[in-house]
């Protein structure tokens, strides 16, 4: 069965500084790596996938992600932390011609001013 | 405006009651999903459905009941509520299976429930 793991319940970061959130994968295939991000109150918003090719993907609003198939990880980074990006982080995998995602327990990302 | 939406927001039940969620997309999405958000466990599938009138159960669906009859809509329906039912629950929609989207999935702003 596939499954997700973000071993991190809480990163902080002080801003400006690059950021990282950690997530790997256990799947019997290849997979389709999700990163979310939740804003009080508020749904799940999606910021970048990896399907195939380059295991550098770019998303929404400066993040990216970096796919390492012999680690099983994809983890979330940024350049430059924002206090803006505090939020919860969700790490998700599919497989392909599948219906439906797994997600991850979150991580809850700190920006210190 | 285009888009998905939850009602109500918030409501507070007493257990043994019978309350619906109800959902709503406006983009014809073919796939609409149900998850609980509770602390320590993310996010879990209740229910999905990859059209109107197909169904399909998820990681925890027991005690709850979906239906679509329209493509727009996904109500979600706890029978007989219990208290381990309070939680936050989101709807999701899909264009096509996640994997052959480039949007894989836009979510509501969740229902806070609560079952006392």
């Known amino acids: 069965a596939q499954s997700v793991a973000q071993p991190e319940d809480q990163v902080n970061v002080a801003e400006g500084n690059p950021l990282t959130v950690k997530c790997t994968y256990s799947v019997s295939g290849n997979p389709y790596l999700f990163w979310y991000v939740q804003y009080p109150n508020r749904g799940l918003q999606f910021l970048l996938k990896y399907i195939t090719g380059d295991n550098l993907v770019k998303g929404s609003y400066g993040f990216e992600a970096e796919f390492n198939k012999s680690q099983t990880s994809f983890h979330l980074k940024k350049p430059s932390a924002l206090v803006s990006d505090s939020a919860l982080y969700f790490c998700?995998?599919?497989?392909?011609?599948?219906?439906?995602?797994?997600f991850g327990k979150g991580t809850r990302l700190h920006i210190l001013p | 405006d285009a888009g998905i939406t939850q009602s109500p927001r918030y409501k507070i039940t007493e257990t043994g009651r019978q309350v619906t969620l109800m959902c709503h997309q406006t983009w014809s999405h073919s796939y609409m999903f149900w998850y609980r958000q509770d602390l320590g466990h993310g996010l879990r599938l209740i229910y999905y459905?990859?059209?109107?009138?197909?169904?399909d159960k998820g990681e925890v669906p027991d005690g709850y009941v979906v239906s679509r009859s329209k493509t727009e809509n996904f109500p979600l329906t706890l029978e007989s509520a219990t208290r381990s039912q309070t939680s936050v629950y989101f709807c999701?929609?899909?264009?096509?299976?996640?994997?052959?989207?480039?949007?894989?999935?836009?979510f509501g702003d969740g229902t806070r429930l609560s079952i006392l």
């Open positions: 999701a929609s899909s264009h096509n299976r996640v994997s052959y989207s480039n949007q894989p999935q836009h």
């Open positions: 998700a995998v599919s497989l392909n011609r599948d219906d439906k995602i797994i």
């Open positions: 459905s990859a059209a109107a009138d197909i169904t």
